[in-house]
């Protein structure tokens, strides 16, 4: 064997055993400096308010700042692609959701990251139903009135979203679906400016996720109609179900875990795991979620990862059968 092949490859095993060696100590340092989680949705819809109710008990957990950012647009595209192309350092996060990581991978012909290659899913902090909403304004008081209402006048009702793909967005178009009415969709930048317009009356009605509609239905600003999950919620015990209508494909909802970009070392991938459990466990935290109607359900990195893919796999399903486009 040529002497300087061998040297090299002595060096090569060396260096090696010193990196391997070393990085778990690495990881053990981590982190150093304050963690930017990026909610890729507007502030005030449900994603931002689950991962701030998260981010200051997470912060203790790791002995940093949390910093949440909101960058919204394209579906929750634009803020995926930021940290998609981050250093996979854990120090930038994506709040991914049902949209980022779900709808999107069918809804969209091409997307700027793909949501199994660039991610490395994290922890699962929580999901919520969606909730059917009007205003008291509207005369509409069930959902069978606004079916009788929706066929009267086809085409002229309209339901917003947080935006095409969201799972707001395809609530409201398996329920047109199953139940055979023609509504308009009016997409926006969150779940929050879409409810500003529903109570100013520029929609009709809107799927909301219930930690959003929550205060305004206490308020007695929005009527529940009926829920998007397999049972009634806690938060709305005496609002039916779509399935108890009658309407059993209508099953949406909202959830959020966070994710680091694809290369983040598993060692601060566990690190974060571990202490978005604990800040999920926590009393203060626990009280926050489920007070704004979402209930803490934390997922660890690998079983996360399944979730993601089958969530991947039926919403693209449900967006090709109804034909959903990202305009």
Request: net charge positive; aromatic share 6%; charged share 20%.
């Amino acid at each position: 064997m040529n002497p300087l092949s061998c040297l090299a490859g002595r060096f090569a095993c060396a260096l090696g055993g010193v990196l391997v060696a070393t990085a778990p100590a690495w990881a053990d340092s981590y982190p150093t400096k304050p963690v930017r989680i990026v909610v890729p949705f507007a502030a005030g819809g449900a994603i931002d308010v689950i991962v701030r109710a998260v981010a200051p008990q997470l912060g203790k957990e790791l002995g940093q700042s949390i910093v949440v950012e909101n960058r919204p647009g394209a579906g929750g595209n634009i803020g995926s692609e930021i940290v998609a192309k981050s250093a996979p350092d854990g120090y930038t996060l994506l709040a991914g959701t049902s949209a980022t990581h779900g709808a999107n991978a069918g809804l969209f012909a091409k997307l700027p990251y793909d949501p199994r290659k660039d991610f490395v899913p994290i922890a699962h902090l929580a999901g919520v139903p969606n909730v059917l909403v009007v205003t008291p304004a509207s005369g509409i008081k069930s959902v069978d009135d606004m079916l009788a209402r929706a066929r009267k006048e086809p085409g002229k009702l309209t339901f917003g979203s947080a935006g095409n793909g969201t799972s707001l967005h395809l609530a409201g178009e398996l329920f047109a679906a199953e139940a055979k009415v023609s509504l308009v969709h009016v997409p926006y930048k969150g779940g929050a400016p879409a409810t500003t317009d529903l109570l100013g009356g520029q929609i009709t009605m809107m799927f909301n996720t219930v930690p959003v509609a929550l205060p305004q239905i206490r308020a007695g600003k929005l009527v529940p109609l009926a829920v998007t999950a397999g049972k009634r919620h806690f938060a709305l015990p005496d609002v039916p179900t779509f399935a108890e209508l009658g309407y059993k494909s209508v099953i949406s909802s909202t959830w959020t875990g966070f994710f680091a970009p694809a290369g983040t070392p598993r060692e601060i991938v566990d690190r974060l795991a571990l202490a978005t459990e604990r800040a999920l466990q926590d009393k203060t935290v626990a009280d926050a979620l489920r007070a704004q109607g979402a209930e803490p359900e934390f997922m660890g990195p690998d079983p996360f990862a399944r979730y993601v893919d089958s969530e991947i796999t039926r919403w693209t399903k449900v967006i090709r059968s109804l034909n959903i486009k990202p305009d």
